[in-house]
């Protein structure tokens, strides 16, 4: 069984009755889930997973007026759960506390993104981390009868604003040029294996995080961004595919080969949504042209390197 359908036969078992009889006036307002850091979120968990910071274990969130009122009281009452279910125990490493129990909806929110509700500029929206804004966003919320944390996933689920889209996008076309279309063969050309290895690996990161950006997705954590491809409809499963065609191909001509070939659909791609109409195979050509289309000047003028 994954973490996160354990995690919610756990709540089921054990939360529901526990809010009820304990706190029978804010059972209308406890938001319950399972979101944020750790593989069982994402649903990526395996028996690998299995030896840290895994188990049976629930989110419960609250309004700040709430959290003041019956915050502690909640957690000591959470704490006295079964710390067993269904044959599992939680275990628990240093890094891994708080990753379960009660929380304050904005100080949730605010350990991943800063901040204690969404994003109100494109200035801060700009410097918010995919990975983070993945990790708020992730799993799965049981109950929110309040809606007032579900308010909050939902901004953020929508996205990037379409020009901090087309920023990023723009600059992972200079960076994966940059790497998997310039430096790669040049180094293997020098016998320079760190930077050989470094642009390989650089070129791959970058061009997953493109893929993302065309989905409208966060990328999440360098761990699972590989196979969290296989979920999007756009050049998902291709890119999954390729990537382990690149790393595994047995000489750099070879990989070139397979690099040259992601950035031929990634560019046939930009051409169907309306992002490039370049005839350049080179991503680097499109990058600008991308950049040119961010309606607020500000963001316009700058760098297309920087994203």
């Not at 307002?29 to 750790?38: P, Y």
């Not at 595994?248 to 051409?271: L, R, S, T, W």
């Not at 080179?282 to 309606?295: A, C, E, R």
């Amino acid at each position: 069984m994954k973490g996160l359908q354990l995690s919610e036969k756990y709540y089921n078992a054990h939360g529901v009755d526990m809010i009820e009889e304990k706190f029978p006036d804010y059972k209308d307002r406890i938001a319950t889930g399972l979101v944020g850091e750790g593989s069982e979120c994402f649903g990526f968990d395996d028996k690998i997973s299995r030896d840290h910071d895994w188990g049976p274990g629930f989110c419960l969130w609250l309004t700040k007026e709430d959290y003041k009122a019956i915050g502690k009281k909640l957690q000591a009452e959470y704490e006295k759960l079964p710390q067993t279910y269904r044959g599992n125990k939680r275990l628990m490493s240093e890094w891994g506390s708080g990753r379960v129990g009660v929380f304050e909806i904005g100080s949730f929110y605010s350990k991943f993104i800063g901040r204690l509700k969404p994003p109100e500029s494109l200035e801060e929206w700009l410097y918010l981390p995919e990975d983070f804004l993945s990790k708020c966003t992730n799993g799965k919320v049981f109950t929110d009868p309040l809606g007032e944390f579900t308010k909050i996933r939902d901004q953020l689920l929508n996205f990037y604003p379409d020009d901090i889209r087309l920023v990023k996008i723009a600059a992972r076309c200079m960076s994966c040029a940059q790497s998997g279309q310039y430096n790669f063969m040049r180094s293997a050309a020098r016998k320079e294996l760190f930077p050989l290895f470094y642009s390989e690996i650089k070129f791959c990161s970058d061009i997953i995080s493109m893929i993302f950006f065309l989905n409208r997705r966060y990328t999440p954590f360098y761990k699972w961004m590989h196979n969290a491809l296989k979920s999007l409809p756009i050049l998902g499963e291709f890119l999954y595919t390729r990537i382990n065609d690149l790393i595994e191909a047995p000489d750099h001509n070879n990989k070139n080969e397979i690099i040259e070939h992601i950035c031929a659909e990634v560019i046939k791609e930009f051409k169907k949504e309306g992002l490039s109409d370049s005839p350049s195979d080179f991503l680097l050509d499109h990058g600008p042209i991308i950049h040119d289309k961010i309606k607020d000047q500000n963001l316009r003028q700058r760098d297309v390197w920087l994203g």
